[in-house]
């Protein structure tokens, strides 16, 4: 079945430092890939999402790039701010199944420090 | 601009007792789904509804029960609690779709089930 595996947290930076969430995942057919965040006391959002093999989502200095060779759909950021500390997922939805049908990592904790 | 609106925020329940998660959305969209949220297991599917009249099971179904009698409503029954379903249950809506559109959730619904 699907399932998709992200780096264990939390995680703890300095502000202005480099992030990289590592997110795997196995799957049958092409499945599309979304990096979800969760803000404190809030419901998830949708952060970026890439729909085929070498496409780059983007947003907020966010990106994260489709690599079908290694599985991978790896989260990263240049330089975090504060307001960068929350939980980040992981998730893929089955091919042709549309994205209510998601499957989710278990979440990274990002902590970002002034 | 309500968006998906989710009743209790929070909830404290006795084993055996039942109740309702209200689950309202504004955006015509077709797709719903519930999903709950434990520490170390992210989220996991409990059922999901394609459209009015139509809904599924998904990975954790067990102990809820869920109905679609119009586009905008989609409330999760619990029949008899346990302490196994104290959790943070997260109601979510999309488009749908072959495009996989974005889900958008609400803010959640915490329970205790003592």
């Known amino acids: 079945g699907n399932s998709v595996t992200q780096m264990e947290g939390p995680v703890t930076l300095s502000e202005e430092a480099f992030l990289t969430i590592n997110c795997t995942y196995t799957?049958?057919?092409?499945?599309?890939l979304f990096w979800y965040v969760q803000y404190p006391g809030e419901g998830l959002q949708l952060l970026l999402k890439a729909t085929k093999a070498d496409d780059k989502g983007s947003n907020k200095g966010f990106e994260a790039t489709y690599r079908k060779e290694t599985t991978s759909f790896h989260l990263e950021k240049g330089s975090v701010q504060v307001s960068d500390s929350a939980v980040y997922f992981c998730a893929l939805s089955r091919s042709g199944a549309g994205s209510y049908q998601l499957t989710f990592g278990k979440g990274t904790k990002l902590s970002v420090i002034p | 601009n309500a968006g998906v609106t989710q009743t209790p925020k929070f909830q404290v329940l006795k084993t055996g007792q039942s109740m309702t998660l209200q689950c309202a959305q504004d955006?015509?969209?077709?797709?719903m789904s519930w999903y709950r949220q434990d520490p170390g297991m992210g989220l996991r599917l409990i059922h999901y509804s394609v459209g009015a009249g139509i809904t599924d099971q998904g990975e954790v179904p067990n102990g809820y029960n869920v109905s679609r009698s119009t586009t905008e409503d989609f409330p999760l029954r619990l029949l008899s609690a346990a302490p196994s379903q104290t959790s943070v249950y997260f109601c979510?809506?999309?488009?749908?779709?072959?495009?996989?559109?974005?889900?958008?959730f609400g803010s959640g619904t915490q329970l205790s089930v003592l």
């Open positions: 979510a809506s999309s488009q749908g779709g072959k495009t996989n559109e974005k889900l958008f």
């Open positions: 955006m015509n969209h077709e797709y």
């Open positions: 799957a049958t057919g092409y499945p599309s």
